[in-house]
């Protein structure tokens, strides 16, 4: 199974076997990571699944939809690599993806 | 002091049926909701957006399935209490009161929780300096808005609300509109107005720029901005305003002893009861294994609730399980006339 490693703001690292085809916020949730808070369960309408994704990795991710990107607005300090891990879907090709949790999600 | 059977808190979709629930079984209720209008997510977060899994409803939008489930519960005569937050709950014999933010008592049999993901309020400014000068010379909402004439605004966020009060202000203010980056989430309309506005030197735009530093003693004088690239800019406002939506937060509901998960409260699937006798919850809100967060789930979870509302709200009578399609008294509290 791929392997994700989530890095909390205070540098907490939690790396995590993520089901292929799972989303990177549901491998999150069901691994009791914390400040990733998901409040509507995945629908991309909430920015409170918001990660930084490691530079290393930016550019292997599926492009983010406009209505990501419209979501992003929202997100508690929002930067070029942010992203909404609810739309990030794991693969093998994601083995070994590395994500920064905001200090807070709003 | 209200009295009614049941005090249900949230007017989403899950509140709404069962509001119908309980009245199709003979009880009382009223809704307090935190927002201005009745809906809940599907109002607030979705009303265009169209939804496919409703039972024998193949499409509708948020609004749509809000307008009819108010439709459906007409008969009932249910008051809202919109703007409204409850932030105490207390039990004496058997009843629990009910204090709202706008102290308005509640004396009811039980409660319903329906609450989403909690109350929604605005997001803020992820710097601390902001709250010293928030509801004073910063807002996350405007209610007054003559404050502004003359002065110099600064208004963050690219969405509908940024843009409209940037053109409107924009009139008789000097407008300054910072977003995070080149494109907007504002309808294109809007967005075609502020840079017609722009030209003309009537809104300053600042795009790929966000806040850095707010600067004043008792009142803001100057906000740096910082851009993409790492430069930075002073510019003089004399208000900020911050439009970024809004976020759920659960709130007093926290205090009140139930057992909570994740920012969702725990119950049983019986009746949806929490672990405080008389206190339910569903929808959104609510956890216990297998959980979906779905509207048709809410339904369910309501219709279980009311009927465990019953016995609260008439302890010594017995409850029947009937058909609306052939139950005379539940057409009658329809009004169905034959």
Known sequence: ?106 | MIKTDVLIIGAGPTGLFCAHQLGIIGLSCEIVDNLDKVGGQCIELYPDKPIYDIPAIPECTGEELTDNLIKQIKPFNVDFHLNERVEEIKKKDNRWYVKTNKNKDFDVASIVIAGGVGSFEPRKFPLKDCERFEGKSLFYSIKDKTIFKDKTISIFGGGDSALDWAIELSETSNVNLIHRREGFSAAESSVQKVKELNKKGNIKLFTEYQIDKIIGDKEIELVKIKHDNGEIKEIKSDYVLGFFGLIMQLGPILEWGLNIDKKRVEVNTENFETNINGIFAIGDICSYPGKLKLILSGFHEGALAARGCFKYAKPDEKLRFEFTTTSKAAQERLGIKK
């Open chain 1, 1 to 106: 199974m791929p392997k994700i490693t989530y890095i909390s703001h205070d540098k907490k690292t939690n790396t995590v076997e993520v089901q292929n085809g799972l989303t990177v916020m549901e491998g999150a949730i069901q691994n009791d990571i914390p400040d990733i808070d998901a409040d509507c369960g995945g629908g991309m309408s909430c920015a409170t699944c918001h990660v930084y994704v490691h530079e290393n990795w930016l550019d292997k991710l599926p492009q983010k939809e406009d209505g990501e990107e419209d979501m992003l607005d929202m997100a508690f300090e929002p930067k070029k690599n942010s992203r909404l891990s609810c739309q990030i879907i794991v693969s093998d090709e994601l083995d070994g993806l590395i994500v920064n949790t905001p200090s807070k999600q709003g």
